[in-house]
């Protein structure tokens, strides 16, 4: 949701390229419109204008500007259309105090009103040119450039991170922050960066601090001091490491995020596998001693809490409600019991809707709050009783993947946690559920090494090829006739229902299809009616205890004529026989195995959604209208 950048240096170097850079590391977060402005001889020269970054530079040459101070920004639009004149940075009415933005200024009509009666001449439509107006406003009456944005800052309502130079001011970048992330990073002496999120910068520095709600801090080569907006005193901070390498948030030669990121997944999940006991332990008391629980989560996030509470409830034997965030106090607004467990899920930590449900939940309830979020020091850290990290790594494409597999076993490893505090299962159980665990990021490796020709033809070529002759030809060419049709269902039960829904949510994202996750057993209470000869319907038929019935469920569509393609394990016989098309996981068909089947599935639907975007000529990385963050209600 937006992205800033900004940077300040002693050393000799080309600014704007800089800042070109970071925006660009940035861009997963908006890519409407983006911009450039760099201080330079008591000067702005600035670059902006409606697009996306690469066009921009090769248009404008973003990276060519000059001087110490550079801020940039790429937008994802709110308030005023992605326009030239609605992007950021935005200025005051001499022109001298700029301003990049993300977050949204609740009560901008209100101050625009009182700006203009006093004579500001405004140019966008958006909220953000209040805050250089008020900050001139303020310096008009004789305040000094940071005791005007102190000022300035106290006028407006809602959520900010921003970054502010001035003209006037070589020496310095002020930065603000209320709810929408900001964090600093500093090179010792040399240079300092702030913005939205750590791989900006993670190729200079990974010594940073993250910036708190109503905290201001003035940013000046390799020094950061830091204060309390509302009190205007100083804050003592320590700064901190983060262990995220560079190439993590680099292509590393692959076309795409999404697909370097699909096959991190193996990695990822072992670093998973090694969050301390201690924190799923103090996640597991939580939740043997609550009375009520519920989770709660937007988007992927979501679908992670559907498959990871029920692998919780199976052990922990207390039903677990799933509330997405953003109707999470409409729905409880009467009936949410004191001292009840939240688990809040988010990749980013930072989704406006789940924060907050949950400061809500502790605030009205008294709620015990466990987090779990893949990016250190988020807000939703903040507002926790419990956090636990995922370590999957920086996920740069928009489509959550691996971090959507790091949360289902981040939930699964807290179950298994509960079970064994609560001897739940005979200790030899516990053991091969644990077995089991451990064996996901393998059988997820050898599925993406023997698997990815097989999954790319079947988004690739089957418009060309005549359904009925499918089974004879191979897989070829499934994709494209996938494609060409307007629809088609993703459908499973029990607990693979979060994996079918996941699996239309990155069709939906990447590919821009509208392609529906369901049960495939209520799938016949309507759904069923869309089915017609050479319909596809993909069936997630892991062989466990839903698996006999699911049986009859192909068999209902495919006596529509439905054209039945099934992901199933690899010594599956009934279901494959029954199917078109078969992609096969490398995993053993126990019960042990089945839990997880949530994370060795979904690699093959997300490979899925990938190979259908570039069919449609879209970008993957960067899904039509989405942002990675969404900061705002
Ligand atoms: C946005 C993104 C989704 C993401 C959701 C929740 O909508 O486009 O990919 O799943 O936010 O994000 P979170 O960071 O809270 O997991």
């Not at 977050?103 to 958006?126: A, M, P, W």
């Not at 029920?310 to 999470?328: M, N, P, R, V, Y």
């Not at 205890?545 to 039945?564: H, P, S």
Request: charged letters at 25%.
């Amino acid at each position: 949701m937006c992205g800033i950048f900004g940077i300040i240096t002693n050393q000799d170097i080309e600014i704007g390229k800089l800042a070109l850079e970071g925006i660009k590391r940035l861009e997963y977060r908006g890519y409407d419109s983006c911009g450039i402005v760099s201080q330079h001889e008591g000067k702005l020269h600035v670059k902006k204008d409606a697009g996306k970054i690469n066009a921009i530079n090769k248009k404008l040459g973003l990276d060519d500007l000059p001087g110490k101070i550079a801020l940039a920004h790429t937008r994802w639009a709110t308030h005023g259309a992605p326009t030239k004149i609605n992007s950021h940075p935005h200025f005051d009415c001499s022109e001298k105090i700029a301003v990049v933005h993300n977050g949204i200024i609740e009560n901008f009509l209100e101050l625009k009103e009182r700006l203009i009666s006093k004579g500001h001449v405004f140019k966008s439509d958006t909220d953000t040119e209040v805050i250089p107006h008020l900050i001139e406003e303020y310096e008009k009456r004789g305040l000094n450039f940071q005791e005007a944005v102190f000022e300035a800052l106290r006028q407006c309502e809602g959520g900010y991170g921003a970054a502010i130079c001035h003209a006037d001011c070589p020496d310095k970048i002020i930065v603000v922050r209320k709810e929408s992330p900001l964090v600093i990073g500093i090179e010792d002496g040399k240079t300092t960066y702030c913005a939205s999120d750590i791989p900006a910068f993670l190729p200079h520095t990974r010594k940073h601090y993250v910036l708190g709600d109503d905290e201001l801090a003035v940013l000046r080569p390799g020094e950061v001091d830091f204060y309390d907006i509302k009190t205007k005193t100083l804050i003592e901070k320590s700064p901190k490491t983060i262990d995220w390498s560079v190439d993590a948030a680099e292509k590393g030669g692959y076309d795409h995020f999404m697909l370097k990121e699909i096959f991190e997944q193996p990695q990822a999940l072992k670093r998973t596998l090694s969050i301390p006991l201690e924190s799923l332990r103090s996640f597991a008391e939580s939740l043997i001693t609550a009375k009520t629980i519920y989770i709660t989560a937007a988007g992927t996030s979501f679908y992670a809490s559907l498959a990871g509470k029920f692998i919780i409830s199976k052990f922990l034997g207390i039903h677990i409600q799933e509330i997405e965030c953003s109707e999470f106090q409409t729905q409880l607004s009467d009936c949410l019991e004191k001292n009840s467990v939240i688990i809040a899920l988010s990749q980013s930590g930072e989704t406006i809707d789940t924060i907050e449900a949950i400061r809500w939940a502790k605030e009205s309830a008294d709620a015990t709050i466990l987090s779990i979020t893949n990016v250190v020091g988020s807000s939703i850290t903040r507002y926790s009783d419990h956090t636990i990290i995922t370590r999957a790594g920086p996920e740069i494409g928009v489509a959550a993947t691996k971090t959507y597999t790091a949360q289902v076993l981040t939930l699964a490893m807290i179950g298994l946690e509960i079970a064994r505090i609560k001897n739940l299962e005979s200790s030899e159980d516990i053991k091969s559920y644990k077995k089991a665990l451990n064996e996901v990021p393998n059988i997820i490796e050898k599925f993406l090494n023997h698997n990815i020709e097989h999954i790319k033809k079947i988004m690739k070529g089957l418009e060309k090829i005549k359904f009925k002759k499918i089974k004879k030809l191979g897989n070829k060419d499934l994709g494209k006739k996938l494609n060409n049709k307007h629809n088609f269902f993703f459908l499973a039960r029990g607990i693979s229902i979060a994996t079918a829904k996941e699996g239309g949510l990155k069709m939906k994202e990447v590919a821009c299809r509208f392609i529906e996750g369901y049960s495939a057993a209520h799938a016949k209470h309507g759904p069923i009616s869309l089915v017609r000869g050479g319909f596809p319907i993909i069936f997630i038929a892991p062989p466990d205890d839903t698996y006999t019935r699911l049986i009859g469920n192909v068999a209902e569509f495919k006596a529509r004529g439905g054209k039945i393609i099934s992901l199933v394990v690899e010594s599956d016989e009934t279901i494959s026989e029954m199917s078109d098309i078969t992609i096969r996981i490398p995993q053993p068909a126990d019960r042990f195995h089945n839990l997880f089947s949530p994370i060795t599935f979904i690699p093959a639907l997300q490979l899925l959604a990938y190979y259908a975007a570039l069919d449609a000529h879209l970008d993957p990385d960067q899904p039509r209208n989405l942002a990675k963050t969404v900061t705002v209600h």
